[in-house]
Every structure is written in C-alpha cells, then in structure tokens.
C-alpha cells in the first residue's frame, strides 16, 4: 500500500512539472511571435519568375515594356543595359508616357542621360543613402520587380531574381510608391547640364 502511494505522489509531482514546463514553454514561444504586417498581396495574380546570369529576364522586361498602352513608371537603382535604353526610346516615340527615376546620376555607363536627350522624364535620387529599388509599373496593370537591376551585369554574371506580376491591385501599390519617390523633394530633375558635367 506504502508502495503503491509513493508511486502515486510520484506520478502526480513529475505530471505538475511536465505542465509547468508545458505552460512555460509556450509563453516564451508566445511572448516571441510577431504578427505579419498587413502589405500588399493578390493571391490569384498571375505571376512569372525569372532568374539570372540568363538571357530570359532581360526578355521578360522587354516584353514588358513594348506591350505598354498608356505608361511606364520605373524606379531603377542603375540602368546601364542599352538593350532595355532602345526599349525606353521606341516606346516613348510611340507617345507612351515615361518616367524614370534612378538613383544619383549621372553614374558610368547610365543611360540616363541619353533617355533626357530624347525628352524622357528622368529625375535622380540624390541622398546620402541609395535608392534601391528595381521595379516598373505598366500601365497600372502589371508589375516589374525583384532583385535583377537593369543592367547588363545583372543578365551576364550575377545571381539575380525578377518577378514579372499580372495584377491591377499590386500595381497600384507599386504606383503609389512611385509617386511618393517622384514628388519627393530628393527627387531632382536630372538636366543636360548634369550630363554636360559628367562627360568632363
């Protein structure tokens, strides 16, 4: 019987521990989880996912672009490919508003000023920090973005991502982001005397 209730006291001491270790070890884990923050999100966009040193993002963005109606918006940390410069040109010959906005030009081998030169919109990003971004709103349907700066670098040699995203909701974050770097007061007009300068 004496047995018996030692086994007894046992049993109920080494249960109260197990549950006070329990109910401790989900508090912590509690204490420690942080809420997702609301975003941007469209679940049932379509979207499309390219990865470089490959010829396919550089394709992805051109598609892009020459598919244009209205406008392109793009906030572009570097933009050196000429392929994607020749894009930006023709599209805006067809009358399709741009809007380019780089991070502080004039840089080596931007093609800022020579989309300026043609009369495309282009403003620098002058901070002590960067502009980092690497996406494109088109025509407030469609979304370029991802780690792949537009540069030919980015096709040849680095390990790059772009997402090409079908959705007018995401969009219209994007483009909302945009105009608020746009009419940012470190948003400057790059002009032809920043371009004379450079070639000094």
Same mark, same amino acid.
């Given at each position: ?11 109920v ?18 204490s420690?989880?942080?809420?997702? *923050? ?11 996912v ?31 490919? *000429?392929e ?5 040109l ?12 780089l991070?502080?030009?004039p840089?080596?081998?931007?093609k800022?000023?020579l989309?300026?030169s ?43 991502n ?5 959705? *007018? ?6 483009e ?12 400057q007009?790059?002009s032809?005397?920043?371009?004379s300068?450079?070639?000094?």
């Amino acid at each position: 019987m004496r047995k018996a209730l030692t086994i007894w006291f046992i049993g109920v001491a080494v249960g109260f521990f197990l549950g006070w270790l329990a109910s401790s070890y989900s508090y912590t884990s509690s204490s420690h989880t942080l809420s997702l *923050p609301m975003g941007y999100s469209a679940p049932e966009a379509p979207i499309r996912v390219y990865f470089s040193p490959s010829p396919e993002p550089e394709r992805a963005i051109l598609h892009t672009l020459y598919s244009a109606q209205k406008f392109v918006y793009a906030a572009l940390y570097q933009l050196t490919d *000429p392929e994607i410069a020749d894009a930006l040109l023709e599209i805006a010959r067809r009358g399709i508003e741009l809007k380019i906005l780089l991070d502080d030009e004039p840089s080596k081998g931007s093609k800022g000023c020579l989309l300026l030169s043609a009369g495309i919109a282009v403003k620098q990003y002058v901070d002590s920090g960067i502009m980092h971004h690497k996406f494109a709103v088109v025509d407030g349907e469609r979304v370029l973005t991802g780690s792949y700066n537009w540069t030919t670098s980015a096709q040849t040699r680095n390990e790059e991502n772009l997402l090409v995203i079908e959705s *007018p909701h995401l969009a219209q974050a994007f483009e909302s982001e945009f105009s608020k770097l746009w009419t940012h007061k470190k948003a400057q007009a790059l002009s032809h005397a920043n371009c004379s300068s450079s070639e000094k």
